[in-house]
Each structure stands twice: as structure tokens, then as C-alpha cells.
T-cell receptor
Framework: ETGVTQSPTHLIKTRGQQVTLRCSSQ?????VSWYQQALGQGPQFIFQ???????GRGNFPPRFSGLQFPNYSSELNVNALELDDSALYLC??????????????FGPGTRLTVL | GDSVTQMEGPVTLSEEACLTI???????????LFWYVQYPGEGLQLLLK?????DKGSNKGFEATYRKETTSFHLEKGSVQVSDSAVYFC??????????FGTGTSLTVIP
């Protein structure tokens, strides 16, 4: 069973640029969630994709967008990067659209630095 | 709104000491509660969970009990090991799609 993988591991961008982060879900999982984890903070929910549709969104501006593909892998796109976007971006996969006690399986994250 | 508050870290303990990491939550309904652990350079891993009041989650010697009356889910272990050094996150969710995490508590166990 393959776990959640993310690419790239590290990324450096400059303010105003655009970035795309990628995630492959765990085998058999059809749901992907994205989180932003600033240094010294807990993960903050960005959004979730279930069967290629957005299925919930946190308090993030529209310049944060995503996609889910038929193989359930996913992309997170961030436009017009700001310094405060520097963080660890975590992808989590799960089976189904949720439910009490549903567990999410996390990838190792992509460390984004915006200069 | 819904939120999770964890005790401030960092926490430093000697091997075989007792551990308690406090977690309290604010919720409008009846969420499921989780503890996740993050080892250096890795993603979060589920440590334990509880889905309703008075449930006790346990794993690898760690325990936490869902206390509705005190809105708490404190993490405990009777004897910590060096390998337990990590950052611990308390979290809640209603539907399993959006998780609300605390800020994390860093634990260092020294031999």
C-alpha cells in the first residue's frame, strides 16, 4: 500500500509568482484535503476535494485554488504569492467524503518559501 | 467558532517520566477528537481518536478520554521514551472533511 506522496519537497519562489504543489493520495482513497502549516502553528484547512469536486473550504482567499484528477491525485495552486504564504503545505487523503471519526492520512508536506 | 487549545510547550521530560499534554476544545456540536503526532521532517500521523463522550482512545501506551463535561481530551502516557520526542497536535472534526488543529506541543525526552 502506497502512502500519500507530495512534490516537490522544497520550493523557493518570489513574491507575486504562482506555484503548483502536487499530491498523490494513498491507494484506494478518493478524497484529498490540503492544509497550510505556518512555522510553530497547527495545520489550517484550505479545502477538500471529493470525486473531483470541491467539498468544503476554509478561510483562504480565491488565489488558493485546487484540482483533483480522475486518479484522485490533486494540485494546489497559489497565485500572486505573498510573504505570508511561506509555510509547510500538507496534503491528506481519506476514503469517502467524511463522517464521524474519519481519519485523514497525511503526506510529508511541501515546504514553500516566498522571498 | 470551533477551536482547539493546547498547553504551551516545549515540554522536556526525562525518560520514564509521566506525560500529560492538556487539550481543551470549543465546539458548537459533538465532534470527534484526535491526537496526531509529527516527527521531525515528517507529516502528521494519527496517534489515537475518540468519537463520543467518555470514549477512551489508546495507542502505543498513550491514552486520552473524551470528557464532554470539561470539554477536554488530555493526552497521557505513564512512561515516556526518547522515541516519543515529537510535536503532538490535538484536533477535532465533525464531518471528517475539515479538521481544526491546535498549535501543537513539542515534547523532548532526554535519556
Amino acid at each position: 500500500e502506497t502512502g500519500v506522496t507530495q512534490s516537490p519537497t522544497h520550493l523557493i519562489k518570489t513574491r507575486g509568482q504562482q506555484v503548483t504543489l502536487r499530491c498523490s493520495s494513498q491507494s484506494g482513497h478518493n478524497t484529498v484535503s490540503w492544509y497550510q502549516q505556518a512555522l510553530g502553528q497547527g495545520p489550517q484547512f484550505i479545502f477538500q476535494y471529493y470525486r473531483e469536486e470541491e467539498n468544503g473550504r476554509g478561510n483562504f482567499p480565491p488565489r488558493f485554488s485546487g484540482l483533483q484528477f480522475p486518479n484522485y491525485s490533486s494540485e494546489l495552486n497559489v497565485n500572486a504569492l505573498e510573504l505570508d504564504d511561506s509555510a509547510l503545505y500538507l496534503c491528506a487523503s481519506s476514503l469517502g467524503a467524511g463522517g464521524p471519526g474519519s481519519e485523514q492520512f497525511f503526506g510529508p508536506g511541501t515546504r514553500l518559501t516566498v522571498l | 467558532g470551533d477551536s482547539v487549545t493546547q498547553m504551551e510547550g516545549p515540554v522536556t521530560l526525562s525518560e520514564e517520566a509521566c506525560l500529560t499534554i492538556n487539550c481543551t476544545y470549543t465546539a458548537t456540536g459533538y465532534p470527534s477528537l484526535f491526537w496526531y503526532v509529527q516527527y521531525p521532517g515528517e507529516g502528521l500521523q494519527l496517534l489515537l481518536k475518540a468519537t463520543k463522550a467518555d470514549d477512551k482512545g489508546s495507542n502505543k501506551g498513550f491514552e486520552a478520554t473524551y470528557r464532554k463535561e470539561t470539554t477536554s481530551f488530555h493526552l497521557e502516557k505513564g512512561s515516556v521514551q526518547v522515541s516519543d520526542s515529537a510535536v503532538y497536535f490535538c484536533a477535532l472534526t465533525y464531518t471528517g472533511n475539515q479538521f481544526y488543529f491546535g498549535t501543537g506541543t513539542s515534547l523532548t525526552v532526554i535519556p
